[in-house]
């Protein structure tokens, strides 16, 4: 189907309308730091109000492993759509079985269950009503730079105060220990995994603690929001270690790393580590809402009937776009495609010098980060995203300082768009630099 191109006049009262009915919760950033309405969108690029293009290093923050606008995902939906496109969650269909089995397949118990949601914040939820319940513990282990969700129950594992403020009866987080500022496989400056869990791990098994009654850890293989950083080799292990010890369910927030983006399935078979719990989402529906949450049998029988169910969970649409999300990961081995295209960016960013800036890099396969470091600080950074905004690449910040340019492409991306990536990124910061 032929698609109308968006007129100048078509944005402009898309973006005013925009800002006069929503909340500035969301607008307020769609205006101020992004200050772009879509047209369009194809395989890496989209289309703004004027007929502009934009190499979208983002992927919708990490949900389009295929890029966009995939003829195969379009058909999966389509048909889907025609058949049955919603029930509640009370109904089943083929499109969701058949997704079951696959996601069976690919996780690492024997006899795994799943209990799908429909955001990433809910499945976390859902993964903490399951940690409860399984164990009759009630409090819940994080980490510091740690995004699990914006939800009540989500805001207490994710590490970042100011999300809290005004919004929740919760003062602070649960207890959020030190995520190890190494930079994953990327160097080999890194201290032991032991050494990197030791103050966090004399803290929980002091006796005034209360280890008895922590039921979860909850972590992120690689953390997004918190700029990109990847556990170093062997710590992942010594967080598995430590909690099969205590009793405590290790919970792996996959939403982001998981279905190849860290150049494997999953983030957490870089260390071979089979976790207690496993949170998916983001890539799962090629772009429609579909989540969940995975574990042993033994865990996820613990949790009684309706405690974790919503309207849409397992919405037939997204879960037939979840099995050809799945297959196309599969057969066309994007984990391995991810890890080849993030070393080569990896490189590429490496081998940058640019007076005035300090580059250094974090994390896996292709969820990588390049912080910039200068007198400039966050504002520097903020400038340079903008630039590269101008010079027709799209990317987003982060970091708890906001000083991390994120690059999230779709694992599909072409060779000559990823040097293009680069060339922009370089440019941005020399023209800023020269201002």
């Known amino acids: 189907m032929a698609v109308r191109p968006m007129t100048a006049e078509d944005a402009g009262t898309a973006m005013r309308e925009l800002t006069r009915f929503e909340s500035p919760s969301m607008s307020a950033t769609i205006e101020n730091d992004i200050g772009l309405i879509v047209s369009h969108a194809d395989g890496p690029h989209f289309w703004d109000r004027d007929g502009r293009r934009y190499l979208d290093l983002t992927a919708g923050s990490g949900v389009h492993a295929l890029g966009h606008g995939d003829p195969g995902l379009l058909t999966a939906m389509s048909e889907q759509l025609h058949r049955f496109a919603h029930g509640g969650w009370q109904l089943g269909c083929p499109a969701r079985a058949e997704l079951s089995g696959r996601l069976a397949e690919l996780l690492p118990w024997p006899d795994p269950v799943l209990l799908y949601c429909t955001t990433g914040s809910e499945a976390v939820e859902g993964a903490l009503k399951v940690a409860r319940a399984a164990t009759g513990r ?44 190494a930079r994953g496989y990327l160097t080999a400056e890194v201290v032991s995994s032991e050494a990197e869990f030791a103050w966090g791990k004399e803290i929980l098994e002091h006796p005034d603690f209360g280890l008895d009654d922590v039921a979860a850890l909850v972590v992120e293989p690689v953390q997004g929001a918190g700029g990109m950083l990847a556990a170093s080799p062997g710590w992942l292990s010594q967080l598995r270690e430590f909690t099969r010890k205590h009793g405590i369910l290790l919970v792996l927030d996959e939403i982001y790393t998981g279905f190849g983006r860290t150049g494997s399935m999953f983030g957490f078979q870089h260390d071979g580590v089979v976790p207690d719990l496993v949170v998916l989402g983001k890539a799962l529906g090629g772009g429609l809402p579909v989540s969940l949450v995975a574990g042993p049998r033994a865990v996820m029988k613990r949790i009684a009937s309706l405690r974790q169910t919503s309207t849409f969970s397992a919405n037939p649409v997204a879960c037939a776009a979840g099995n050809y999300v799945v297959r196309r990961v599969v057969e066309d081995d994007l984990s391995r495609r991810a890890a080849e295209t993030g070393d080569a960016l990896a490189a590429a960013l490496a081998a940058l010098r640019i007076p005035g ?79």
């Open 138 to 181: 009630r409090q819940i282990l994080g980490f510091l730079g740690g995004y699990h969700g914006k939800t009540g129950g989500s805001l207490a594992v994710t590490a970042n105060s100011s999300l809290r403020r005004d919004v929740t009866e919760l003062p602070i987080a649960a207890l959020s220990l030190p995520y190890p500022s």
């Open 357 to 435: 800036v300090e580059i250094t890099l974090c994390g896996r396969g292709l969820m990588l980060g390049a912080r910039v470091h200068t007198t400039g600080g966050a504002d520097f950074v903020k400038a340079v995203v903008a630039r590269m905004r101008e010079l027709g690449v799209l990317v987003l910040r982060g970091g708890s300082d906001g000083e991390v340019v994120k690059l999230t492409p779709p694992l599909t991306l072409p060779a000559d768009a990823a040097t293009a990536a680069i060339e922009a990124f370089a440019t941005a910061i020399r023209d800023e630099l020269a201002r």
